[in-house]
């Protein structure tokens, strides 16, 4: 009895301890729940926002996707300015260039595209004040919303400009009597053959690159309205005298100094334009390249460069070609980079990871002057200069008593080079480095139609 007591007593002790315990995991796992529902209640509430905003943002992409199925952005204008009109056309747009014009003002880059055998046509990048306000719309399908008709409208001015597609027929009213009949010949050969040559081998073909920097090797003269594109060691030093002379900047070709040509910022260039500037003077004035044989130009460009004292040429080109091209070469020789041999210039000239880039006096012509982008009009030869050089001047109706120069700029002392002096230069080259060298101003010899080099 007195155990069955005690046992009920015990049991009796520990039920309100059991009720205790009991209620806390109640209250506990209600908590749980109630938290539980909390948290599935705001992300449900938060699925929801974001299920609507997203069918509301879908239907805008949805509109801007189709605006863009629709509209051709890369189609040119199919209008073309004839050239008695071409003036009036120009005034007419000045307030579709004002838009492009701000914009390069602020840094801008505008990549122009051009099928070889089509028109210089669209804009394909933009970047700055325009893109930086684009940037602030919060919503990913909103900003590109925004962007693609920011982009169709500067789209729509650009593609009113209409670029020159061929090259014009020259004017010649100035030309009297048969002096210049074979000089005139050669010439209408060479520009057809480029013409035929980028129309032939450029057809398909789309190249890029930035419409400033493509001008920027081209020398303005507005007296005469003259294009000259800059190809060094073909007679540019000679021909930006002519042109300071045409700008009325110095009265004789013969009195103006190397440096003065050079470093005397006299001459301005395409690129300092606006793009109105840029696309008035393209279809309005006469562009005139010339270029020279390709070995030629590059063994004339190692002479002047490397083979005399140079503080630029040296200290630059020439340390970075003997440390990485001459084995064991001495301290000295690296230092101060002096005596690059041709074989090792070549090296550096082949080299897909050269030390240091490329240099405008070895440059191809066809990345100096963009010869199947820019139509030229005229195309004179190095190795016929000075009656191309005057019969030009001629046609532009220069003063009759201004004739190009024909002193060798510097190094006077120095022979020509030619062919027998690229000859002896080439002899130190094995035949696949001479083949390379062709490989590498394989478009210069065929767009201006020289014959194939010592390979």
Known sequence: MDRKSCGIHRRAKMQPSEMVMNLRQVFLSVLMFGVAGLLLFMYLQAWIEEQHTGRMEKKRGQKATSELRTTNYFQPAPRIISRENLQQEINNQDSNLQVLGELKQNNESFIITKTFSGSLSEVSHLKGDAQASIEKISSPNGKLYKQHRVTKSLFKKFNQITWPLDARPLNKSLIRGDKWKKTDAAQEKRRAFLQDFCKKYGSGNRAQSHLFHMV??????????????????????????????????????????????????????????????????????????????????????????????????????????????????????????????????????????????????????????????????????????????????????????????????????????????????LKDLSNMERQLIYDFYYLDYLMFNYTTPFV
Not at 267 to 290: H, M, P, Q, W
Not at 332 to 355: A, C, M, Q, T
Not at 383 to 396: G, P, Q, R, V
């Open 216 to 425: 920027s090797r081209i020398y303005v003269e507005d007296r005469h309205k003259i294009l000259y594109c800059e190809v060094p060691k073909a007679g540019c030093s000679n021909w930006k005298r002519i042109l300071m002379v045409l700008n009325g900047i110095a009265s004789s070709a013969y009195n103006i100094t190397h440096n003065a040509v050079h470093y005397g910022k006299h001459l301005k260039k395409l690129d300092s334009f606006d793009l109105k500037g840029i696309y008035t003077r393209l279809n309005t004035y006469t562009k005139a390249v010339f270029v020279r044989d390709p070995m030629e130009r590059l063994v004339s460009a190692f002479r002047d460069k490397f083979e005399h004292p140079n503080s630029y040429y040296h200290p630059v080109f020439g340390k970075a070609i003997i440390k990485k091209y001459r084995p064991n070469a001495c301290e000295e020789k690296i230092n101060n980079g002096s005596g690059v041999k041709f074989k090792e210039f070549i090296r550096y000239l082949l080299d897909s990871h050269r030390p240091v880039g490329m240099d405008i006096h070895w440059e191809r012509v066809s990345k100096l002057c963009y010869p199947c982008l820019i139509n030229y009009d005229f195309v004179g030869k190095f190795e016929t200069l000075e009656e191309d050089a005057n019969y030009f001047l001629h046609l532009i109706g220069a003063p009759r008593e201004l004739k190009f120069p024909n002193f060798k700029d510097r190094h006077s002392s120095d022979e020509r080079t030619n062919a027998d002096v690229v000859r002896q230069y």
